[in-house]
């Protein structure tokens, strides 16, 4: 009884105190909302990977020894198909020269100033492959289209075979010290194309690159937080209003929905944390769960109110019968989304602890303001003798005629759902994370489509010593290596440095087609790279693929739409070739966004089935002590795990693949489906406790009281996670499909599964648990 006093007390005390607990919540929402202020979004897709992720590092390792590959890519295709003629060169030459502009913009590569080198007698000639392109005559044109389309650095990167279609590459450094830099680049880059476009309409112009891709990250979560909030609030405002039927009961439920949104956020921005795609969830799941603990309330309180008792009383009542399943269910699901601290992508850390203060936020507001603002608001209730609860009583008193065929019936459907999940593979396409309703997926698409690929890989070639790449065996093996890249699938271009000395030792042998092959002698690899390299204008040296003391080289190998997996079954391929055809020191580990975010949803996996354990040994440890019943504790991971299983079951079956959202999936679930839970047992122990009810009997209580509440919250639950399908992010509608299907699923077991439980092993006296389990 030291609970129920508690309770009556608490209730008591609101009553009491109603008008200073509103001043301090609007005093507390002040406060912690004012850290919102410092709230802004990442431009930078590494914020996806921990500091010591270990493809992270070794891609920085890589940028920090040559240049770094961000990049922006301007894709031009003429409208006649005709690449190389006077009119489209000279545009690529105006689009090159401007693109130099672009705010921190390091190197640009282009067709027209490709370094073209020849021989002049004994000397060695470099310039770019075309200047003054309106003057050239149909001969000049024609000789620089054979040279573009045979040389290995243009062809499928700058220049498809057709000639239809070519790219100017600009290579990007961005500081790195305010998240301003992206956007900054994009728009001075779109206002480029803008006018491009406008003053040669016979040109359509694509835009594409990393830095259009960090900025697509950005988009998404700003897009989302400015559509699917609200979009969840309308949803919210017409069932509360259907259901609770009560224009106070409804306004005071969104003032706390929004109270809790704008804590969580807040205290999101006082704890520096940056937003992403991932973590501008968070307003959205705060607010679906917000409602669900104002709908419990709400719904004992009218009941009690229909029912005879005056406000005051039911207040005090629902208070009392829910403050502790309140508590408990907003501590449990915390605990699911604080799990989410074990990933390994630094975002969906920042989503559990934004979402975790969200929800203990809408705790203190359900239960403190809630009622104080019910106790001086004009709230009236239509007196009612009739029950709200037919339908649901019902379906439990279905269910316990019927609970040997649902028990054994749903256990089944258990065990064949359970069963697919090893048919699951961890596969997806990180390129095709936007949908296309962003642009940078179209002109995306369209770039791999029609020129080149996106993704890449790359390595660092090591020669063993300090000017060891001019030794012709490492040069030998660093070719003989591009030659097996080039025979791989879904491989559309390789960058070697032995294809630039290829075509120097033919120039310093007059141009000679049979010296287009690499120098012989170490001296001559050198000298010619030293006379290229002294010959080279400012912004296209070498740095992007010789290190500082020429002891290592950077190969790269750009690639066609691939999956995950593929690109891992690529890079393993190529390490048992290096490992069995190069010397030890040459051997290398590929690098690159591709092979980061390949190797991220295995790692999140691993790292989240320690902290979906975790996350149920913590939950269940907490229903033993407050249900104090070992038997009811353990019976409540039935059905907490339950829906887990069948979602993934049903997720084998129709998908057949999960990725980085996926991983993260059943701690959420966990944290949100076990409310339910709670608040079905709390009512079936005091049935059975605290009234002496048997088995059955406290079964049907428990759809009796709670029921309603459970269907309301869970339809709730469900909407605010469908939402978030409407996103244009792959991982949010993954993360939102997956926990919906988990969600319903929590509700059928909850209604269907946990009393058949109940009724079979809790025993069928009157009163077979006691206080002490």
Not at 548 to 567: C, H, M, P, W, Y
Request: charge should be neutral.
């Amino acid at each position: 009884m030291t609970d129920n006093n508690s309770n009556n007390g608490l209730g008591d005390r609101v009553i009491r105190y109603r008008w200073w607990i509103i001043f301090a919540t609007l005093t507390l929402v002040f406060l912690t909302a004012s850290g919102a202020r410092f709230l802004e979004f990442s431009t930078d897709y590494r914020v996806y990977f921990s500091k010591d992720n270990p493809q992270l590092v070794a891609f920085e390792t890589l940028q920090n020894t040559y240049t770094k590959n961000d990049n922006v890519l301007f894709v031009v295709e003429p409208k006649d198909g005709k690449v190389f003629t006077q009119k489209t060169l000279a545009i690529i030459e105006e689009i090159t020269q401007a693109s130099w502009q672009i705010p921190y913009s390091l190197r640009v590569d282009s067709i027209t100033n490709f370094q073209y080198t020849w021989a002049d007698g004994d000397d060695l000639v470099v310039q770019d492959l075309v200047e003054n392109a309106e003057a050239f005559t149909d001969k000049q044109l024609k000789k620089v289209q054979a040279v573009a389309l045979a040389e290995p650095l243009l062809l499928n990167r700058l220049i498809t075979k057709k000639s239809d279609i070519t790219g100017i590459n600009t290579t990007i450094n961005r500081p790195n010290k305010t998240n301003t830099e992206t956007p900054e680049v994009v728009a001075f880059v779109r206002e480029m194309k803008d006018k491009f476009q406008k003053k040669y309409p016979d040109i359509n112009i694509y835009l594409t690159g990393v830095v259009f891709m960090d900025n697509a990250f950005t988009e998404a979560g700003e897009g989302d937080m400015k559509s699917l909030v609200p979009f969840m609030y309308g949803i919210v405002l017409i069932i509360m209003a259907l259901t609770l039927r009560t224009f106070w009961g409804t306004f005071v439920t969104i003032l706390i929905m929004g109270f809790s949104i704008l804590t969580g956020m807040g205290l999101a921005g006082w704890s520096g944390i940056l937003l992403t795609s991932i973590s501008a969830n968070a307003p959205t799941i705060i607010l679906t769960l917000a409602v669900a603990d104002s709908i419990h309330i709400l719904v004992t309180l009218f009941y009690e109110m229909r029912h005879g008792k005056s406000k005051y009383e039911a207040i005090r009542e629902s208070l009392r019968v829910n403050h502790q399943p309140v508590f408990i269910t907003s501590v449990t699901t915390a605990i699911g989304f604080l799990s989410l601290n074990f990933s390994d992508s630094p975002p969906f850390r920042d989503l559990g602890n934004i979402v975790a203060m969200g929800v203990m936020a809408a705790y203190f507001y359900s239960v403190f303001f809630l009622p104080a603002m019910i106790a001086v608001l004009p709230l009236r209730v239509k007196a009612s003798s009739s029950s709200d609860n037919g339908f649901i009583d019902i379906i439990g008193d279905w269910v316990i005629q019927r609970r040997n065929i649902l028990f054994w019936g749903m256990l089944t459907v258990i065990v064949l759902l359970s069963a697919q999940i090893p048919r699951i593979v961890v596969d997806e396409r990180f390129n095709e994370y936007f949908d296309t309703r962003y642009q940078f997926r179209v002109d995306n698409d369209y770039v791999i489509k029609n020129l080149s690929g996106f993704e890449s890989i790359e390595y660092s070639l090591n020669a063993g010593e300090s000017g060891g790449i001019s030794n012709p065996e490492y040069l030998t093996k660093v070719d003989e290596f591009a030659q097996w890249y080039r025979k791989q699938p879904h491989v559309m271009y390789v960058s070697t440095l032995t294809d630039t000395l290829k075509r120097l030792n033919k120039n310093m042998h007059g141009d000679d087609e049979s010296f287009y092959r690499l120098p012989d002698k170490r001296n001559l690899s050198a000298q010619y790279l030293l006379l290229y390299e002294l010959s080279l204008p400012f912004g296209l040296d070498l740095n992007n693929q010789i290190n500082i003391d020429k002891s290592s080289t950077r190969f790269t190998a750009i690639l066609e739409s691939v999956s995950t997996q593929e690109a891992l079954d690529l890079e393993n391929s190529a390490q048992d070739w290096l490992r069995k055809n190069a010397p030890s020191e040459m051997t290398a580990h590929g690098a690159s966004p591709l092979i980061m975010f390949s190797h991220i949803a295995k790692r999140n996996i691993n790292s989240m089935m320690t902290g979906t354990l975790v996350a149920l040994l913590l939950i269940s440890a907490i229903l033993i002590v407050v249900l104090r019943s070992f038997k009811l504790g353990l019976i409540s991971t039935v059905p907490n795990l339950v829906p887990v299983f069948i979602t993934f079951g049903i997720w084998a079956i129709f998908v057949g693949h999960i990725g980085l959202a996926v991983s993260v999936v059943a701690p959420v679930a966990l944290g949100i489906i076990v409310d339910d839970t709670v608040h079905f047992l709390s009512k079936y122990r005091r049935a059975r406790v605290e009234m002496g009810k048997n088995a059955e009997e406290a079964v049907r209580y428990s759809f009796h009281t709670v029921g309603t509440a459970l269907f309301l919250t869970s339809i709730i639950l469900v909407c605010g996670f469908f939402v978030l399908t409407f996103s244009g992010f792959r991982i949010n509608v993954h993360l939102g499909s997956m926990t919906t299907i988990a969600i319903l699923c929590a509700l059928v077991a909850d209604f269907l599964f946990l009393p058949t439980l109940l009724m079979k092993f809790g025993g069928r006296g009157p009163t077979p648990l006691s206080a002490n389990g």
